[in-house]
């Protein structure tokens, strides 16, 4: 009877092995990936145990489920297959049936997940027969091993025995079709996709190493703007593991809750997102039966290789709406890039086409004629310090911090963040400077809003720039200058990057408390919840030294739902506000409710992007504050 278990098996395998192959093919029509793809097999297991079950195990029942349910249809069918091998049936037979019942019951978990009614994040269509599926091929299998196990059984019970074998291997092979048709274009391609995706994927620095802790890769990659081709307008366009990702998708719907855009009711939902382009590759795509982008218009949908996205899968409003917070990527666990994609879309949009939102057409033009993304006059960024009478350091010359201001020191609210820095950093005796009207727009805006030749311009002054002058380090308390300064301005290669030791603001002081240059009393008042800016948070990993302050500064601090890495953004991120796109209601005040629900009467924040929009939300509403504010009023004399 052994060889029945061999040919369910190997017509299972084949078919899969099909499958890739299709798959696989399809995927290399996108441009080379620049590494190879074959290397990168053998992290995958590593990569799948420890980088993927770390995103998934945030969720113990789904974590469970995933676990009990791959392991025992995939572990079980090995046993099964070892099982064939002389001598050791008796042995893989047990472990076959044990393995294969709780595959079963990981496919009654996930089916539990659905009831009464499937919730909003999770899809449907293919997903709710799944379940079957997989309780077909598992409870089928581990019926036939019991069968087998009695082939020597006696001719009173042997017609019994046959029967209920060749029913089991019916149930089997139903649920192994099921499955095969689920893998080549329903809910289990990511089976197969998420093997091509992890071994190819296209920031290997995200992954752990032994001994290392979790890294961080967030940073954007340099455009060459040689090439004739900019950004990506077609499916073609992408690289082979960036089309993998896009079938990896499990469309589990955890970027659906953690989008802040979604929420808002923008014409974003970065499942539906990863979906389109998954489908944008197939002349035909497998309909999508998650939730929608909000209020998008419906779209065509389809069209291979060489059809445009934009205006065919994706409205132009849902590549506008994201705000690039990296909320969705930290909680894909597939660990796909989604603004990597977006942004490589916006590149090519902007580069390439020259169509953008019309108030993010002018601060483009801003940025390329006057170096500031407001148009305003650059010696006026100082004027919010100008009391304080802070020094300019001159070509030539030297200090140990150099100040960097950023776009925030325009606006006046912000201003009393600023003067709270300088008052602090002088009460710390520390020496520093800044650049004066010397001072460009550092180019991040651009960069988001997909224009790479203006950030590389702007790039190239301000490194020439500090090139004239000498420093330990730039401080700065504006996050969005912090990562670009930081992570993108070194990767833009040794003609032109830049590498400097860049701190902000609240590891700054965080640093000057811990070591004594400022004391502080802890100061009674309301209570106070430190929202996380997201490029200082999700981006760099700083969590902690700001709430170090904090306690230091105030008795009571609290802590809302979303905070941490798992931050929600304050909607002022990737020249979302430029972009101007329709909403059913505004980020931020999404983001200040939050503050209010967790009982929060002061919201500390620590970015002047992040400060213009809580200040922004009307009506009663918690005070914003600065970190440094908060510090400044409880620093010891």
Not at 26 to 41: D, F, I, Q, Y
């Amino acid at each position: 009877m052994r060889w029945l278990v061999l040919a369910e098996m190997g017509c299972a395998a084949g078919a899969v092995a099909l499958v890739w192959m299709v798959l696989l093919a399809r995927w290399l029509k996108g441009r080379p990936a620049g590494r190879s793809w074959l290397a990168g097999l053998a992290s995958v297991p590593r990569r799948y145990l420890v980088d993927v079950h770390h995103v998934v195990a945030r969720r113990p029942r789904h974590a469970r489920m995933h676990a009990l349910a791959a392991g025992g249809a995939l572990g079980g069918a090995l046993a099964l297959l070892l099982g064939t091998l002389p001598g050791v049936w008796g042995v893989f037979r047990i472990v076959a049936i044990v393995l294969f019942a709780l595959g079963a019951w990981g496919a009654l978990i996930d089916r539990a997940r659905r009831r009464p009614r499937t919730p909003s994040q999770l899809s449907g269509g293919p997903f709710l027969w799944l379940p079957a599926a997989l309780l077909a091929w598992c409870a089928g299998n581990a019926l036939v091993a019991a069968c087998l196990a009695n082939r020597a059984a006696p001719a009173a019970i042997a017609g019994g025995v046959a029967a209920a074998l060749a029913v089991a291997l019916a149930i089997a092979l139903a649920g192994a079709v099921a499955l095969l048709v689920a893998v080549g274009r329903g809910p289990m391609r990511h089976g197969l996709a998420g093997v091509a995706w992890l071994a190819g994927h296209t920031r290997p620095g995200r992954f752990a190493r032994p001994g290392v802790p979790r890294p961080l890769d967030t940073a954007l990659w340099p455009l060459d703007l040689v090439h004739e081709r900019l950004g990506v307008l077609t499916p073609g366009d992408f690289t082979g593991p960036e089309l993998a990702s896009f079938d990896a998708c499990v469309q589990c719907g955890r970027c659906e809750e953690a989008c802040p855009a979604f929420a808002a009711g923008q014409r974003l939902n970065p499942k539906a997102l990863i979906q389109g382009l998954s489908g944008a590759m197939r002349a035909k795509p497998a309909p999508y039966f998650g939730s929608p982008s909000p209020h998008a218009p419906a779209m065509p949908g389809g069209g291979g290789m060489g059809t445009e996205i934009v205006g065919t899968v994706l409205a132009p409003d849902t590549l506008w709406a994201c705000t690039t917070c990296r909320a969705c990527v930290e909680e894909c666990p597939m660990l796909i890039e989604h603004v990597d994609a977006v942004i490589a879309l916006r590149r090519g949009q902007t580069l390439m086409k020259g169509a953008v939102p019309a108030g993010a057409g002018q601060v483009l033009r801003a940025s390329r004629d006057r170096a500031e993304p407001g148009g305003r006059a650059l010696d006026a960024r100082t004027d919010g310090i100008a009391a304080l009478d802070v020094p300019v350091l001159p070509p030539g010359e030297e200090t140990d911090i150099l100040l960097w201001l950023g776009e925030g020191a325009y606006d006046l609210r912000y201003g009393r963040s600023l003067r709270a820095l300088v008052t602090l950093m002088r009460k710390a005796g520390l020496r520093f400077a800044t650049l004066g009207a010397d001072e460009v727009d550092c180019g991040d805006v651009a960069r988001r809003l997909g224009d790479e030749a203006t950030f590389q311009a702007l790039a190239r002054e301000v490194i020439e720039t500090l090139g004239t002058r000498r420093f330990t380090k730039i401080v700065t308390a504006d996050p969005h200058a912090y990562h670009v300064l930081k992570n993108e301005y070194p990767a833009l290669g040794a003609t032109l990057g830049g590498t400097w030791t860049v701190e902000h603001h609240t590891t700054l002081l965080d640093a000057l408390v811990q070591d004594g240059r400022l004391t502080l009393a802890r100061r009674d008042g309301p209570a106070v919840a430190y929202h996380d800016p997201c490029y200082l948070g999700r981006y760099n990993g700083v969590i902690d030294a700001p709430r170090r302050l904090l306690d230091a500064a105030c008795r009571t601090r609290v802590e809302v739902e979303r905070h941490g890495m798992r931050a929600m953004c304050c909607g002022g991120g990737g020249g979302s506000p430029a972009s101007d796109v329709d909403a059913a209601t505004r980020i931020p005040d999404l983001r200040m409710e939050q503050m209010r629900q967790g009982g929060a009467s002061v919201v500390a924040v620590a970015c002047p992007g992040c400060t213009a929009m809580l200040e922004g939300v009307t009506g009663p509403r918690p005070e914003v504050k600065d970190v440094a504010e908060l510090v400044l009023a409880a620093v010891v004399p």
